[in-house]
């Protein structure tokens, strides 16, 4: 009981402090989104294509010690193999080409007609998926838990005055899963969809989803009001297409950092660019474990939290490498 006592009141804390510098951090990625947009039928215009490529040190990632949260076992089938989840990294390609990442136009006042596609966003193996996607203002985020445990979801969305709450709900399991069918030799278990949960977006800007009962639970998502964005390829590629002529503010977003880019898009103008972006993000820092930890794997007497699904691994970037190349 006391174990279990003070296991909470560390998680409390963790957790406020968590909050606290992910939200601070937040506070430094907001591009400016308050502007109109007015769709013409029939619009076309030039296109612009391009690489992302990701410039100096990748910091060390966020390590969350499974202990400390709800589903240690289930959630640990993805993890170091040590007790702790690893937050999520991109899989850089080659010469460092940055995949994931979001590239967007500013200020764009009129143009092509808008984009109608619906945002699904899945749990599974309690990681958010996709963990960075792009939207247009007054479209749908369709949520679904496909994993046998409960998911208490929050969307926030960032301001220079912090954080926003815009939206909790609990995301529950399909009545068919069982954390013991995931679990059990053999791994019989079949992920299947819950209740799904809707939600509409409203304000444009950057919104982060979490699980209020698994802190390692992280996605973003760009709200804008127009459909002048792209998200990068595996090769760090993008393509924006039916672009109206003139000079614009190219923005690249990613929770790694944000990189901002004068352009003209014209007949004599920029129609390829390649672009370089530094980590400079505070939302993803550094934490060393310490030599005596006293909130490992011990807390719960068990060992028995294996990576079945992911073994998580890191190995620090070498800074000379990255961006080199064409």
Not at 8 to 17: D, F, N, P
Not at 72 to 98: F, N, Q, T, V
Not at 153 to 170: I, M, P
């Amino acid at each position: 009981m006391l174990q279990e006592k003070y296991q909470r009141a560390v998680l409390s804390i963790m957790t406020g402090i968590l909050l606290s510098i992910l939200f601070v951090g937040l506070n430094v990625l907001i591009p400016v989104v308050g502007w109109t947009y007015e769709a013409l039928p029939d619009f076309t215009g030039k296109k612009l294509t391009g690489t992302v490529k990701l410039k100096g040190k990748v910091p060390t990632p966020k390590r969350f010690n499974l202990v400390l949260f709800s589903d240690p076992y289930y959630c640990g089938r993805i993890s170091d193999g040590k007790g702790w989840r690893i937050s999520p990294m991109p899989e850089l390609g080659e010469h460092a080409a940055l995949p994931g990442a979001i590239v967007f136009l500013e200020d764009v006042k009129k143009g092509k007609l808008g984009n109608t596609s619906e945002t699904i966003i899945q749990t599974k193996n309690c990681v958010f998926l996709p963990y960075v996607s792009v939207t247009q203002l007054g479209q749908t985020f369709h949520f679904q838990n496909w994993d046998p445990v409960q998911h208490k979801l929050e969307v926030f969305l960032t301001s220079k005055q912090g954080a926003q709450s815009l939206f909790g709900e609990t995301l529950q399991p399909h009545p068919e899963n069982r954390k013991s069918d995931f679990l059990s030799t053999g791994q019989t278990g079949r992920h299947q969809a819950g209740t799904e949960i809707q939600y509409k977006t409203h304000k444009s800007g950057i919104l982060v989803f979490r699980c209020k009962l698994h802190d390692y639970m992280e996605g973003w998502s760009l709200v804008l009001p127009h459909p002048y964005f792209s998200l990068t390829g595996k090769d760090g590629e993008f393509s924006l297409a039916d672009i109206p002529p003139g000079t614009y503010n190219l923005i690249v977003w990613h929770p790694l950092g944000q990189q901002e880019t004068i352009i003209e898009v014209g007949a004599k103008h920029t129609s390829h660019i390649k672009i370089l972006i530094t980590p400079n993000s505070p939302t993803i820092y550094a934490e060393e474990e310490t030599a005596n930890n006293p909130f490992g794997i011990d807390l719960v007497g068990d060992s028995s939290i294996v990576p079945t699904a992911e073994l998580q691994k890191w190995e620090p970037r070498i800074e000379n490498n990255l961006g080199a190349g064409s």
